[in-house]
């Protein structure tokens, strides 16, 4: 079995910071990390893997050079093969774009099963370029996967997260799934794993090596365009009521009382 | 598509067919035919040697103006119309008034609709296209994605809104591919460009630190999903009545890979948070479970919901449907009331247009207090049973 899995390096947004003073975010010393869902997204792979001899895991990642950082972390863990998209090309694409080039790239791979992607990455939250990917490759998907029941010679059994509850779903093979983070707990990097992994290349490709049109990929592709943005702007603190617990709970409800909200 | 072969100007050279990335020309009685793979890329324009192959670069530019009316996609589940579709309706009468002289619309798929049209007309909208199968009863990627596709192809609306939900987020992407347009994801704010009429989406990203606004200039239709709880209902008006317009049904049951094999509904109600009026929410500074129990009493006692921080939520004490924040729940109550919450901005990103914030935490310092209304730094335990008290 072929399983492609489709990750990316993010910044560490839980640390991410504004600057009181000039409103920006603080982006220095924050860490770039492997996305959490798509740690998940690859664990579902090797669990695959694991149980599948012959199974050949390829992680596949479109980004600067540094992100080859999270490949490597992704072959230490147990992934067979890396691949790095990378080009100033590709740069500034919303979900439409950078969905052209990665499943342009995985029709240059042609061979796969499965193809595993986190249900959305923490810097964009979007959680479109998976079933876009799947929609340009024309296969089927199940996003917001929870558990793999069944993998069987040409079709899995998961189950699909909803808010209220969750769906058993059967799908042929060759489909993209997306993983959340009830589905497993990622395994950690072994210290094989990362001494073998430093010494294996990871294969980069830019846009000469995959069958995309240079109007399909990058900014000037992409149909959504940032207008602006802008750091929200806090509601401010509104009155600190001192007091004892007693004291403070009537003032607060005589207040609430005055504007008509008891 | 937007590349076309002319049958005269074709010698069957068949160059073409090599040139092309995607499998998507064939020769066919010796000359070259596009099939359904061709993504448009134009490979195989410069390719030809006689001129006989032409894309037609600018068609969506020059089609805008063929696409107008505000569209809502009206899902539903077992029947039941999903409560952030009325919130859509209530946003989408706003941008359909911003933009003058256009309809809205909702497009609802299933079977026995009769009940759910009726309410989408009592909620606003003008027009319902209808998609009635046994095959769309249930959602589906591969059944939704066709149906609405075809839909928008046929109809062309201008702006079709989608609730973020699991189903929305699993659909809209597929759509925005299929149709090539862009899509905003989990937008919290919408608004129609008074210049060129263009909607203006805005989302929260970098987990809610920073806010961004973003156009879709030059495809159609522009795309949002919404996240549920952000937008105000609209009031349903009884007895108002539409115009129901039956889209062209193609669907086979081939066209549907995946099969539904259960259903199960396990939370009681998915909706309970962002319908609340009141909502009483725990976080770390509870100390343990035990301490939704007195937020729970608090709740019931008010009228409200349980609502919770994602500390609380990591540390097992409470389901995470009761998460509030940014990867949680956004909610609009009239009153909010955070005990025990510091106010990471994840969670700030989820609850600060509430009407009134009460906050109560030990620490002064915390950052709830920026946001909240009133704000009593003390002990949990000892204030939420005075201000139980006070209230009854």
Same mark, same amino acid.
């Given at each position: 079995m072929k399983i492609l899995v489709c990750v990316k390096q993010v910044p560490n947004t839980n640390e991410v910071k504004i600057n009181p003073k000039t409103g920006t975010l603080i982006r220095d010393g924050v860490e770039s990390i492997l996305n959490p869902d798509d740690d998940n997204a690859l664990e579902a792979a090797l669990q695959i893997k694991d149980k599948n001899e012959g199974t050949n895991v390829t992680v596949i990642s479109m980004g600067p050079p540094q992100a080859a950082d999270v490949l490597i972390e992704c072959m230490a863990k147990g992934a #067979? #093969?890396?691949?790095?998209?990378?080009?100033?090309a590709f740069g500034g694409a919303d979900t439409w774009a950078t969905s052209n080039t990665i499943a342009g790239a995985i029709r240059k791979i042609? #061979?796969? #099963?499965?193809?595993?992607?986190g249900r959305q990455a923490i810097d964009g939250d979007t959680a479109q370029v998976g079933p876009q990917i799947a929609e340009r490759l024309g296969i089927p998907q199940v996003t917001y /996967? $929870? $558990? /793999?029941?069944?993998?069987e010679d040409g079709k899995l059994t998961v189950k699909r997260q909803l808010e209220d509850g969750y769906e058993m779903i059967e799908i042929p093979t060759p489909c993209l799934l997306t993983a959340v983070k009830e589905l497993n707990t990622p395994r950690y990097m072994s210290v094989k794993g990362i001494y073998d992994a430093c010494e294996r290349e990871i294969t980069v490709w830019n846009e000469t090596d995959i069958p995309v049109s240079p109007d399909?990929?990058?900014?000037?592709a992409s149909p959504t365009k940032v207008y602006r943005s802008f750091t929200p702007k806090p509601k401010g603190r509104g009155m600190m009521v001192e007091g004892t617990p007693k004291e403070a709970a009537a003032k607060v409800t005589e207040e609430l009382k005055k504007k008509h909200f008891l | 598509m937007a590349v076309k072969i002319s049958a005269e100007k074709c010698k069957g050279c068949s160059l073409c067919v090599k040139a092309c990335p995607f499998s998507a020309i064939e020769?066919?009685?010796?000359?070259?035919?596009?099939?359904d793979k =061709?993504?448009? =890329?134009g490979a195989c324009v410069e390719k030809c040697n006689f001129g006989a192959i032409t894309k037609d670069e600018e068609k969506a530019g020059k089609d805008l103006s063929a696409y107008r009316d505000v569209w809502v996609f009206a899902e539903q589940r077992g029947g039941v119309i999903t409560p952030v579709v009325f919130e859509l309706l209530g946003k989408g009468r706003e941008l359909a008034t911003d933009i003058g002289g256009v309809n809205l619309c909702a497009i609802l798929l299933g079977k026995d609709l009769g009940d759910m049209t009726k309410q989408l007309f009592e909620a606003g909208a003008d027009v319902v296209y209808t998609a009635n199968s046994d095959l769309l009863a249930n959602y589906t990627a591969d059944g939704y994605t066709k149906v609405i596709s075809e839909a928008i192809d046929e109809f062309k609306p201008e702006i079709v809104l989608y609730g973020a939900t699991h189903i929305g987020r699993d659909l809209a992407p597929r759509i925005a591919a299929r149709v090539n347009t862009g899509l905003t994801?989990? =937008?919290?704010?919408l608004d129609i460009d008074e210049e060129t009429k263009g909607i203006l989406q805005t989302r929260p990203a970098f987990g809610g630190n920073l806010m961004a606004t973003i156009k879709c200039p030059n495809h159609r239709p522009q795309m949002s999903t919404v996240r549920p709880g952000v937008m105000t209902k609209?009031?349903?008006q009884p007895g108002r009545m539409g115009q129901v317009v039956p889209v062209t049904l193609k669907l086979q049951e081939s066209d549907i890979r995946t099969k539904i094999l259960e259903i199960v509904k396990t939370a009681k109600d998915m909706v309970s948070l962002t319908d609340a009026e009141i909502i009483v929410s725990g976080g770390a500074g509870l100390g343990d479970a035990s301490g939704f129990e007195l937020i729970k009493k608090f709740a019931d006692r008010v009228g409200g919901v349980v609502g919770a921080s994602r500390a609380a939520v990591d540390a097992g004490w409470i389901d995470h449907s009761h998460q509030v924040g940014q990867t949680g729940t956004t909610v609009k109550p009239k009153i909010y009331i955070a005990c025990g919450i510091s106010g990471a901005i994840q969670h700030l990103a989820g609850m600060q247009t509430s009407d009134i914030i009460i906050a109560i935490n030990k620490s002064p310092i915390a950052p709830i207090f920026e946001v909240a209304d009133y704000g009593i730094v003390g002990d949990l335990y000892q204030v939420l049973p005075e201000l139980m008290e006070a209230w009854s």
């Open positions: #067979d #093969d890396a691949i790095l998209l990378s080009s100033r042609a #061979d796969y #099963d499965i193809i595993f992607a /996967v $929870e $558990e /793999v029941l069944k993998c399909e990929i990058g900014i000037n | 020769m066919v009685d010796k000359k070259a035919v596009i099939n =061709c993504t448009a =890329c994801a989990d =937008c919290t704010k609209a009031k349903p």
